[in-house]
Every structure is written in structure tokens, then in C-alpha cells.
């Protein structure tokens, strides 16, 4: 035999005992190991019962079960170990159990050691319901569970379904969340459980139907408000789809229509549908329907038409028609007159939008305008036909609650909550209207500064012939702002913000073209377009500057008497409030409160 051969056997020897290697370490000695662990618990086991003779079951089919854990510490054997490991065998679920059987006891020893464990039967039987198990129904509708349509186990086989344990009810009377608990035992007293989940849920669409004739809410009703984003909504009517329109309850804002005799693409389309939509949470984004909106043409002796002719292509938010008001109105009323001049989704022959001139008697309520006019924009949206209530009344003081808004805790920050909560501050309050993305919480005052309670007011000086918001021009109204009004409002929470201030050559259009300067300031005013710029149920004060400025002398933003933006004559000399617009440094942070209107979040206790 050559040596090149006998090398040749010996690597393929070498090989093979490798192998044989391999295979006894890797699965023969573990199994082996495992066995011999096995056969020392199930000896102990007995042993156990043995010596503990009064512990067997007495009556026929009955089990009793010994742990690892109790062998262990009773000295009845040593500790058993995972093959390859220091680890210790699962002490509560292995376990010995005897069962009495005509008339004599039957052993059965279950060892789990990691990945190994004994071939004796331990789950509890599989329960399979009738039914799914997530089940929802309407508030005031009949439950009947479905019950269980089978049990199976490997030892018992088929078992009677009327064994099952159930636990749990459901009230439908309730909204809420109910579960019911299926449980079964095998002759091993092995046991499983299966739970089916029962949402009782109010659909708003089914409120409306209920609480009103045609679909609408009319005249001055008091019980349609609901909760929407942290801001007060009405809600308006049902669609056939069950689809439910709300309206804000407040105007959130001045801005131009600037349109060419249609809603698309609009200045009004883009601050709604861009930025007022972005300032929405997910989950509220997530309950409104794309929808159509009534946009179509009134004449003016016309104006107590319900029908509507033409409509919007889908948008996630949209404006009131004429036809919404009138279907409303009760002839006496209708809550969605307000003390505003506000738009309204229609226009007149000659491309004109109408709008609300301001709690006027209707029909005279309503009139057109131009719609480079900077008035009071009421966003309203359609929700989904499945939007729930889970909570509330409808009324003013307990809204309808649609999603669970979970207010922020005590020492967290408050740059982690939302647009539209309250805060408390200085004596004032504020609504957080953006979370910038350095951290800091850009707030809008809900009133103007006060001295002593008076509203303090301040003007252009009458030496200014240019009367551009500037905060290092001497006398202007941003030098005020910057220099003088830090005396009745604390400003040690505020952080300086590089504020950009808008100079129109004359009108103050939401798309239009402008210069731009900017400054540090600790303290500004909001703009005409900024959410919460507008007076709303809140601000009963007089009238309050803006930030948007002009080049003409008499074009100037200023919220008057009736909560819209004067545009001419702002005679020499006008003066108005101050409502602080500002940003909380990042790392303010709650001290108590809710974040709502009655219980706003304190942050400088």
C-alpha cells in the first residue's frame, strides 16, 4: 500500500470519527443528557407522592401536580441543567403529576430544558369560537355571544363544548371596551384560555340621524359641539354615506379668497388644505374623508336656495356653503351666524365670493365681497362614517370626545403636546399653534396685555409716514412691542426667535408677493395667517395688531370690533392691542393641568 493511500484512509477515518464526534456531542450526549434528567425527575416525582401519600387525589380523574422548583428545595434531587449550560431546567413548568385512573395513579412527567423538553401532553385544549374574536357593536344595539363551536386536546380528544368556563359581560348601554374569557381543562388539568374583544361604540353619524329631521342641525342648537384636534367643532349635518361635516366653532384665522371664481387652487384652498391640514395630528388627519365641497353660483335674489349645482374636486378641508346656512336656519336663527365677517363657499355672477357680513338677519346676512379682503376663515371637514364617540354629551362644557387625547403628564416637556391645547402663563392664555423643529413651542396669547385689567394699546406715531412693522424704528409698533410691552408679561419661559416680518407693497394677500426683513425678537404679534390669530369665542377684547405690514399708509393689519382684518381706512392715529405671539424654550416643561380651556397646562409654578 502506497503512502499516498494510506494517507488517503486515514484522512477519510479521520472524517468519519469527526462526524461520529459531531453528531454525539451535538444531538446524541444532549438527549442522553436530557433522558437520564428526565428519568431522575419522574423518580423523584414518585418519590415524592410515596413519602406524601395523603397529597394523591382520592377521587377518580383528579390530578395533583409537583414542581421542579418544590423537588429541588425539598432535597428530593439536585438541580437538573440544560445540556451545555449552567442554566437550570424551567423550574415552574416542569412538572410531575399524578392522576388517579380506575382506580390506581398514572405518572406523567413533563421536563423542559431549553430547547428540549418532554414528549407528554402540557398545553391546555384548543378552543375555537364561533365568531370572530373581535367583534364591535353600536351603543344600544343587542349582544348575543356566539358561544364556542369546539374544543380539542391531544389526550382528550373532542371534548364537550358545554365544559368551557365563560367569564366576562357586555353592557351595551356603555361605549367601551368589554372582553369575554373562554377557558378549558384538560384530564391533565392542563388549561388554555381564548378572550374575545367586544367594542361597544357610538357612531356619530348615528347621534346626528337621531338628533335631527333632514340631516342638519338647525337653528341655535346646543348640543352639536365636538372636539376636534384640540379645537371646538359644530357639527353641521350627515351625508347619505353616513359621512358627518363639522365646522370650527371659531374663525381660526384672516385670509384672502384670491381666487379666479372657484375654491381649487385658491389662496383660501391653499391655507386650509396645506397649512391648516398640517397642523392636524395623524390620528385626526386619519378620521376626515377627501371630500367634495359646494362651490357653485348664487345671484343675489337667489340667496335662500338649499339645491347645490357645482361642487369642488376632493379636499381634505373645505369652507361652508350658503346651502349649509340655509338648511340651518330655522327662520328665526341658526348657530352658525357669528359676530364675524366670514367666507362662504359661493360666488355671484360676476366671480365674487359671498360671505357672512356678521350676525345680521338672514337673508340680509350675507353679501359679496372682493376677494382680496382679508377675512375670517371657519374651516370645516368631513369625517368618515365610521368616526365613534367615546364620550361627551354634545354640549358646550362636555363636547363629544372622538379619539382618546391623552393630556400631557406632570414634569413632561411641553414641546411634546399639540396644536390647539391651552397653557397657562403670566397671568395669560395662550394656545400652542406649532411645535417648531428646534424644540421650542411657537403660542399665541387668546387676549391682548392688560394694566390693571385695562387693555393696553398702543399706535403707529403719526411722524411715520411708511408705517411698516418695525421693531428698531423708534415709536413704530414693533419698537413698543419690543421695548415696552415685556413690562406686563413675563418673559423669562420665552426664547429670542428670528421673526420674519412681511412688507406688502399694498395689499396683504395670503400668495402674494412681498419683501421680507427679519429680526431676533423675544416677544412679536402674529400674523393675519397664522391658526388662533383671529378672535374667537375666547378674545372678547377690542381690536389687536398684526404683524403683516404694507407700504401703503393706509393698509394695515388690524383685527377691529367684529374679529376681521381692516383693510382701508385706518385713519392717523389708530391704535389697538397686543396680543403676544412668542416661543417657549425647549425645555419648558409641565407642572400641572390638563391642557384645556378650564384646566390649561401651568408652567411656572
Request: aromatic share 10%; net charge negative; charged share 25%.
Amino acid at each position: 500500500m502506497t503512502k499516498q493511500k494510506i494517507i488517503k484512509i486515514v484522512g477519510v477515518v479521520l472524517v468519519v470519527v469527526i462526524i461520529i464526534l459531531l453528531i454525539w456531542f451535538i444531538f446524541l450526549y444532549p438527549r442522553k443528557v436530557f433522558n437520564d434528567n428526565e428519568k431522575a425527575f419522574n423518580a423523584a416525582g414518585i418519590r415524592y407522592y410515596e413519602i406524601n401519600d395523603s397529597y394523591l387525589p382520592k377521587e377518580e380523574g383528579r390530578v395533583i401536580s409537583v414542581s421542579l422548583d418544590t423537588l429541588i428545595k425539598q432535597d428530593y434531587l439536585e438541580g437538573l441543567y440544560i445540556p451545555y449550560s449552567n442554566e437550570l431546567c424551567d423550574l415552574r413548568e416542569s412538572n410531575v403529576k399524578a392522576v388517579k385512573k380506575d382506580g390506581d395513579y398514572r405518572y406523567y412527567t413533563y421536563l423542559k430544558c431549553g430547547k428540549y423538553e418532554s414528549d407528554v401532553d402540557h398545553e391546555g385544549p384548543v378552543i375555537e369560537l364561533n365568531g370572530d374574536t373581535d367583534v364591535t357593536v353600536s351603543r344600544g344595539e343587542e349582544y348575543t355571544d356566539p358561544g364556542v363551536k369546539s374544543v380539542t386536546d391531544d389526550t382528550d380528544g373532542k371534548m364537550d363544548v358545554s365544559k368551557v368556563s365563560v367569564k366576562g359581560k357586555v353592557d351595551t348601554s356603555v361605549v367601551g371596551t368589554y372582553e369575554i374569557t373562554y377557558s378549558a381543562t384538560d384530564s391533565l388539568n392542563n388549561k388554555s384560555e381564548v378572550t374575545r374583544t367586544v367594542k361597544v361604540e357610538e357612531r356619530l353619524s348615528r347621534i346626528v340621524n337621531d338628533n335631527t329631521e333632514n340631516g342638519y342641525y338647525v337653528g341655535n342648537d346646543s348640543d352639536n359641539y365636538v372636539m376636534f384636534n384640540h379645537m371646538l367643532f359644530r357639527i353641521v349635518r350627515v351625508n347619505d354615506d353616513n359621512s358627518v361635516v363639522i365646522v370650527s366653532n371659531d374663525a381660526l384665522a384672516n385670509v384672502d379668497y384670491s381666487t379666479n371664481g372657484k375654491f381649487e387652487d385658491s389662496a383660501l384652498d391653499s391655507w386650509l388644505n396645506d397649512y391648516f391640514y398640517g397642523l392636524l395630528e395623524p390620528r385626526y388627519q386619519e378620521l376626515i374623508k377627501n371630500s367634495t365641497w359646494c362651490n357653485d353660483v348664487i345671484t343675489s335674489d337667489n340667496l335662500n336656495t338649499t339645491e347645490c349645482s357645482r361642487e369642488t374636486s376632493k379636499r381634505k378641508v373645505g369652507i361652508l356653503s350658503i346651502q349649509d346656512y340655509n338648511r340651518s336656519y330655522d327662520g328665526r336663527s341658526s348657530y352658525l351666524n357669528k359676530d364675524n365677517l366670514s367666507w362662504y363657499a359661493n360666488f355671484n355672477e360676476e366671480n365674487k365670493p359671498w360671505a357672512m357680513t356678521g350676525n345680521a338677519i338672514y337673508p340680509n346676512g350675507f353679501s359679496t365681497s372682493d376677494g382680496n379682503n382679508l377675512l375670517n376663515v371657519v374651516p370645516a371637514v368631513t369625517l368618515k362614517a365610521s368616526t365613534t364617540v367615546l364620550e361627551g354629551d354634545g354640549s358646550y362644557t362636555d363636547p363629544y370626545i372622538l379619539l382618546n387625547d391623552k393630556s400631557g403628564r406632570k414634569n413632561s416637556l411641553i414641546n411634546e403636546r399639540e396644536s390647539g391645547e391651552f397653557i397657562s402663563y403670566s397671568g395669560y392664555l395662550f394656545r400652542i399653534s406649532d411645535i417648531m423643529d428646534d424644540g421650542t413651542t411657537e403660542v399665541i396669547m387668546t387676549s391682548v396685555l392688560k394694566n390693571d385689567n385695562n387693555e393696553i394699546t398702543i399706535g403707529y406715531q403719526n411722524t411715520q409716514k411708511t408705517k411698516v412693522y418695525n421693531p428698531n424704528q423708534e415709536g413704530n409698533i414693533g419698537y413698543q412691542i419690543k421695548n415696552n410691552m415685556t413690562s406686563y408679561i413675563d418673559t423669562s419661559l420665552f426664547t429670542s426667535k428670528k421673526i420674519t416680518v412681511p412688507i406688502y407693497n399694498n395689499k396683504v394677500t395670503y400668495k402674494g408677493k412681498h419683501d421680507e426683513k427679519t429680526y431676533n425678537l423675544l416677544i412679536s404679534i402674529p400674523s393675519t395667517f397664522d391658526i388662533f390669530s383671529a378672535k374667537g369665542a375666547l378674545s372678547k377684547d377690542g381690536g389687536y395688531w398684526l404683524i403683516d405690514s404694507s407700504k401703503n399708509e393706509e393698509v394695515k393689519t388690524v383685527v377691529r370690533s367684529l374679529g376681521t382684518v381692516t383693510y382701508s381706512n385706518v385713519y392717523e392715529g389708530i391704535t389697538a392691542g397686543v396680543k403676544v405671539k412668542a416661543y417657549l424654550n425647549k425645555d419648558v416643561y409641565i407642572t400641572n393641568g390638563d391642557g384645556t380651556e378650564s384646566s390649561p397646562y401651568r408652567i411656572d409654578d
